[in-house]
């Protein structure tokens, strides 16, 4: 009825905008980054670091905490696990909306395309977050807000193809499948 198509006029109106995603491209010069074996998830001494270490150091990375571990700062004595190495140039990539699984698989494909020539980079991510107050999270739990409100999972993809897929909720939170 009347009440349907004014509703609708409101959200086309008013909300697509709003559920446009928001997309920010920054640039990170000199990045010290954690030597990884796709086949090793635990680390090795001097040859690589774990999935735990990455997973830490990626946290620093999107939140840009500094990594130098300066006596001066206050904020973080955080400095990037051992072995490392330092990339000249990274690309930080942030999409900020409402992403349907789809959307993620296609922005995944195009992640691949990336090992193309000239073969650069060794591996990459692509991290999912949900919204620290959602409703929902993993199958059909509710989400348990409580502290943290973690709700996230990240891919790490590899030259040849190999991935990991680190996973994080919080400890109200069903596990994910």
């Known amino acids: 009825g009347a009440e349907g198509s004014t509703l609708m006029s409101y959200f086309s109106k008013n909300q697509i905008q709003a559920l446009k995603p928001k997309i920010t491209f920054s640039t990170l010069r000199d990045l010290r980054c954690p030597v990884l074996q796709s086949n090793d998830l635990q680390g090795k001494p001097d040859e690589s670091c774990s999935t735990e270490e990455l997973f830490e150091w990626l946290g620093a990375v999107l939140n840009q905490v500094s990594l130098d571990n300066t006596s001066s700062s206050f904020l973080s004595t955080y400095c990037c696990p ?22 993620i698989i296609q922005l995944l494909e195009q992640l691949c395309c990336y090992f193309g020539e000239p073969k650069l980079a060794y591996w990459l991510t692509l991290t ?15 989400h348990g807000f409580h502290k943290g409100g973690e ?27």
């Open 128 to 142: 999912v977050h949900g919204f620290a107050d959602s409703p929902v999270s993993w199958r059909e739990s509710e």
């Open 82 to 103: 051992e072995p490392n190495t330092v990339v000249e140039k990274a690309l930080l990539c942030t999409i900020t909306g409402f992403l349907i699984p789809e959307k």
């Open 151 to 177: 709700n996230l999972y990240n891919f790490v993809i590899f030259r040849n193809l190999d991935y990991w897929l680190q996973m994080a909720v919080g400890a109200h939170d069903d596990c994910p499948p």
